[in-house]
Every structure is written in C-alpha cells, then in structure tokens.
C-alpha cells in the first residue's frame, strides 16, 4: 500500500457506526464482551454442570463451578498450553475456597468495607445480567437488518477515484515528467522509471480505489479534480515530494455488505437499546445527590450521551 494512505477508520466503511455507537458505558462494554475463544482448542463434549470434580473439607467443587473459574481467570491461564488450562483453573479453584473459608472463620466477611464491596460486586453482576438478559439477547435480526438500511439509506453516495502518480523529490523533476507526458510519453513507463514511491515502482504508480479523505489533502484535492484519462498539468506537492497524477476512472462507492458490517450494527442495536432502557429506569428511579457541583458534573456527562 502506498505511504499516501491513511489509516482507515470505520468511517471508511460509508457507515456512521463510529466509537460513540459502540461505547455502551465502561461497565457495559466489559460485561457485555465475551470472553476471548481460543480458536486452537478443540470443541468441548457436553459436560454434566453438577458432576463434582473435587471436593475441599467436604464441599463439592463441580463442573459448572470450574467453568466459572476457566471463565473469570481466563487472562490469567492465556499463556498456558490449553492442555493446562483445567487444571490451573481448578487449582485456583481450590486455592479460593480454601483461603475464603479461612476468611470466614477470622471473621474478613464481617468487616463493614467488605459488605460494601459485596454489595456493589453482586449489583455489577445483576447490571451485567440485565444487560444480557434483558437487551442483547433481545435483539433480532430484523432490526440489525433494519439498522443497517437505516445507516445506507442515510449516508450521502460518496465518489472515489482510481488513480496513479509518479512521486519524485523536485518540482523540476515533476515538470519534466509532465513535459514528456505531453509529448505522448506513457505514463505508466515513466512511473515505474522514475517514481520513489516503492508500492509504485512495478505497477506503474497504481494506487487503487480511493475515497475522499484516504490521501493527504493536496493529492486527494488534486485527483479528485481531475477529469477520467487526463494527468495534472502542474506537479502537486505534499509531505512526500511532488507528485504527477493521472485519474483512471472514477465510480460510486458502494457501500459495505451487509454481512461485513452486521456485527457493527448489532453493536449499534444494542447501544439503542441499553441507553433507552437506562433512561427509561432513571426516569422511574428517585435520585439525589446533594453536592450540587457533583450533581451539576453527573448532569452535563449524561447529556452528553
């Protein structure tokens, strides 16, 4: 790829299913994320949930308490052979029990800052059930279809440009160039023979497709100006040298397929869907705060969502 091209962004895609439509909330998007899979690891046969793989001072540890474990120490076990896993996990299963039951008997599980720990653990973890429960596994797939017409129908068409350039270090070198152009020389010779863009020195100087915004300013100024078949007649200068463009042709965009994109408007769903539901629990819900500054704070950022 030429050195010209910026990094794509999502906005690339045609689409307006950007940063904001995927950040639920930072407690929403590491509850909602699944976990990572381990695409190496074979699939797993159907396991019995309550078969007791260990127990500890007479407490059955099961299958469905390993797993638990496998999933909530996951980024711990990451660098381990998969092999490996199940047993790490259960170890630290062990290790768990053992070390809370020793808590319980010091009496840990009285302390006043604990229970409020608890409190607010057990409340994340409902706010996460509620999440999954009660909007993503809501969704259908109707309605990401349906986001989806929504975000093409409502984006402008948008032209790109098939292109090629001769880069060089000097405007001299470019009006040369261009000079030699005008005397019928072939365009995609003299870029392989003098251009110092390495992607374009066996390809004539192709760079592709491109949209608005993938170039620097003054090249994507430039390209899009011209007409199909006809080179600039003046060199054109960036960051990079001086260029010579020529315009091969040009066309509508098309908009990404439906099934390159899905996930995102599925992502777009599920934001909807949360912050209305979050509103509409708000809205029902009887909250003071009396700091007016901090109440002024809170009120400014969720206005702003």
Not at 25 to 45: G, L, R, T
Not at 46 to 53: E, F, S, Y
Not at 259 to 275: E, G, L, N, S, T
């Amino acid at each position: 790829m030429s050195l010209l091209f910026r990094r794509a962004s999502l906005a690339s895609l045609g689409l307006v299913f950007g940063l904001s439509a995927l950040s639920l909330s930072p407690v929403m998007a590491q509850e909602a994320a699944p976990a990572p899979a381990d695409a190496a690891a074979p699939a797993a046969a159907p396991v019995d949930p309550n078969a007791v793989v260990a127990t500890v001072n007479g407490e059955k540890l099961t299958e469905a308490d390993l797993g638990l474990a496998e999933g909530e120490l996951s980024q711990q076990f990451a660098q381990l052979p998969p092999e490996q896993r199940r047993a790490a996990a259960l170890s630290a299963a062990i290790e768990i029990r053992v070390m809370a039951a020793q808590a319980v008997t010091t009496g840990l599980d009285k302390d006043p800052e604990f229970q409020r720990r608890m409190a607010f653990l057990q409340q994340r973890a409902l706010h996460g059930e509620m999440v999954e429960k009660g909007v993503v596994d809501k969704v259908t797939d109707a309605e990401v279809r349906a986001r989806y017409d929504q975000e093409i129908a409502s984006t402008p068409p948008v032209n790109e440009v098939h292109a090629r350039h001769i880069l060089v270090k000097t405007k001299e070198e470019a009006e040369a160039i261009i000079k030699q152009l005008d005397g019928g020389a072939d365009f995609q010779k003299l870029a392989n023979e003098h251009t110092s863009d390495p992607s374009g020195k066996t390809n004539g100087g192709d760079l592709g497709w491109f949209g608005p915004g993938q170039m620097v300013p003054e090249f994507d100024k430039a390209a899009f100006a011209l007409d199909v078949g006809k080179y600039t007649k003046e060199p054109v200068q960036s960051q990079f040298g001086w260029h010579v463009i020529k315009l091969e042709d040009k066309r509508v965009k098309q908009p990404p397929a439906f099934d390159d994109v899905k996930d995102q408007a599925k992502q777009a769903v599920i934001r909807d869907k949360y912050f209305a539901l979050v509103k509409q629990l708000r809205g029902a819900a009887k909250v003071e705060i009396p700091d007016a500054n901090l109440k002024k704070a809170v009120d400014t950022m969720e206005a702003g969502k």
